[in-house]
């Protein structure tokens, strides 16, 4: 009963590099999100997607972009990496976007830009 | 969208019952109430929801006021284990539209 899981775990990154966080979800929800925590502090929403082909901006998207090919694939990609995006990643998902829909979230990615 | 109010910190004994508020006064008729919490930086746990009507599960109370502006989260018996970051959000609900925002949340501390 995988759920939400991510990859990777952690990961220490340059500045200026980029990398793709990973999310799948095996639960066939249509919605998936991603929200970044920084410490101390409550979740932010970077993006977010209603199904396959579509995305949307969250909170606080810049510096990210994603993609949706496929229901159960949603990544997150950091370009041009700055210190400002050292934080905690979630990804999430649920099934529909209706107040009776449960989002489930993933154990998180710990990034740090140095 | 709606917003929620929550307070930063709450302190609670262990065995004594934790009530956790959060304020929602602009919450529309076809939103949830949706709590959530996280331990130790893992990923958000659900705990329960509720769109009128007060609701129980094996984990918590919810108890939604009568005009639905506030809540309050109930855990009858609060153990260490409860210790956490408390998240009050309200699902937005738009067409072609699932954003959920969260908060800070209130970080309950349960005392021995």
């Known amino acids: 009963n995988a759920g939400v899981t991510q990859t990777p775990k952690f990961r220490i990154l340059k500045i200026g590099q980029s990398m793709t966080l990973q999310c799948a979800q095996d639960m066939n929800h249509n919605y998936m999100y991603w929200y970044r925590q920084d410490p101390g502090m409550g979740l932010k929403l970077i993006y977010y997607?209603?199904?396959?082909?579509?995305?949307d901006k969250g909170e606080v998207p810049n510096g990210y972009n994603v993609s949706r090919s496929t229901t159960e694939y949603f990544p997150l990609r950091l370009e041009l990496a700055a210190p400002s995006q050292t934080s905690v990643y979630f990804c999430?998902?649920?099934?529909?976007?209706?107040?009776?829909?449960?989002?489930?979230f993933g154990e998180g990615s710990w990034l740090t830009v140095v | 969208d709606a917003k929620t109010t929550q307070p930063p910190s709450m302190d609670c004994a262990e065995g004594r019952a934790a009530n956790l508020p959060c304020n929602h006064s602009?919450?529309?008729?076809?939103?949830?109430v949706y709590w959530y919490r996280q331990i130790h930086s893992q990923g958000p746990q659900y705990i329960i929801h509720g769109l009128k009507n007060n609701e129980t599960n094996e984990m918590a109370s919810l108890i939604i006021t009568e005009d639905r502006k506030s809540s309050t989260l109930i855990l009858p018996h609060a153990t260490l284990r409860d210790t956490a970051v408390y998240y009050c959000i309200v699902r937005v609900v738009r067409t072609n539209a699932g954003k959920s925002t969260f908060g800070d949340g209130t970080t309950l501390t349960v005392k021995p």
């Open positions: 997607s209603v199904g396959a082909g579509i995305t």
């Open positions: 999430a998902s649920s099934y529909g976007s209706s107040g009776g829909n449960t989002i489930y």
């Open positions: 602009t919450i529309s008729g076809n939103e949830y």
